[in-house]
């Protein structure tokens, strides 16, 4: 897996990309056939403004998707200067999706709707804070931390999540855990 950071500055895994044109293509018609709310975010800020895309073009020489904003006055702040785009959803397996876009039309204010650049690549990823996998099993994992002994409760990318009687202090390094 491949560490990049966000436009949140937060660290994301990538799990997938999806480059070639027939994958990209399913990916955009599943989420328009099935209208799964899409976040479009500025590059450059965290504020984000909700659509859902209403149309496709996948040809070589004009390929675009066409969106509609949810609430067209909370995009105006973000597609205001052209600038690059950030679309991210959730499919319903909870897999999200990631891609770059741009702005290809200005924001029609009655009907809410924009045309925004054809993605080259999508990309699913997963916030590291969140991919953790719980301790399950039926014999406990033991932990040994000087003369203390824990259970281990959690385990993701960043660490381990265990209890044992042993109060810490925030931010203390632990370094005979075994």
């Given at each position: 897996?491949?560490?990049?950071r966000?436009?949140?500055s937060?660290?994301?895994?990538?799990q997938?990309?999806?480059?070639?044109g027939?994958?990209?293509?399913?990916n955009?018609?599943?989420?328009l056939?099935s209208?799964?709310?899409i976040k479009?975010?500025a590059e450059s800020?965290?504020s984000?403004?909700d659509?859902?895309?209403?149309?496709?073009d996948?040809s070589s020489l004009n390929a675009?998707?066409?969106?509609r904003?949810?609430?067209?006055q909370e995009?105006?702040?973000?597609?205001?200067g052209?600038?690059?785009?950030?679309?991210?959803y959730e499919?319903?397996r909870?897999?999200r999706?990631?891609?770059?876009?741009?702005l290809?039309?200005?924001?029609?204010?009655a009907?809410?709707?924009?045309?925004?650049?054809?993605?080259?690549?999508?990309?699913t990823v997963?916030?590291i804070h969140?991919y953790r996998?719980?301790n399950?099993l039926?014999?406990?994992?033991q932990?040994d931390?000087?003369?203390?002994?824990?259970v281990?409760?959690?385990?993701?990318l960043?660490?381990?999540l265990?209890t044992?009687?042993q109060?810490?202090?925030r931010g203390?390094?632990?370094k005979?855990?075994?």
């Amino acid at each position: 897996m491949t560490m990049v950071r966000s436009f949140f500055s937060r660290r994301k895994t990538v799990q997938e990309i999806l480059s070639s044109g027939n994958e990209i293509r399913k990916n955009l018609e599943w989420v328009l056939s099935s209208q799964v709310p899409i976040k479009v975010f500025a590059e450059s800020g965290p504020s984000s403004f909700d659509v859902r895309i209403v149309g496709a073009d996948h040809s070589s020489l004009n390929a675009y998707i066409l969106l509609r904003a949810e609430i067209p006055q909370e995009a105006i702040s973000i597609l205001i200067g052209k600038v690059s785009l950030i679309l991210e959803y959730e499919s319903r397996r909870g897999t999200r999706y990631h891609f770059q876009s741009f702005l290809l039309s200005e924001l029609d204010m009655a009907s809410g709707e924009f045309r925004a650049g054809y993605p080259p690549m999508i990309e699913t990823v997963q916030d590291i804070h969140a991919y953790r996998l719980k301790n399950i099993l039926r014999d406990p994992i033991q932990v040994d931390l000087e003369k203390q002994r824990g259970v281990v409760v959690d385990i993701g990318l960043h660490g381990l999540l265990f209890t044992c009687n042993q109060i810490f202090e925030r931010g203390k390094l632990i370094k005979d855990l075994q």
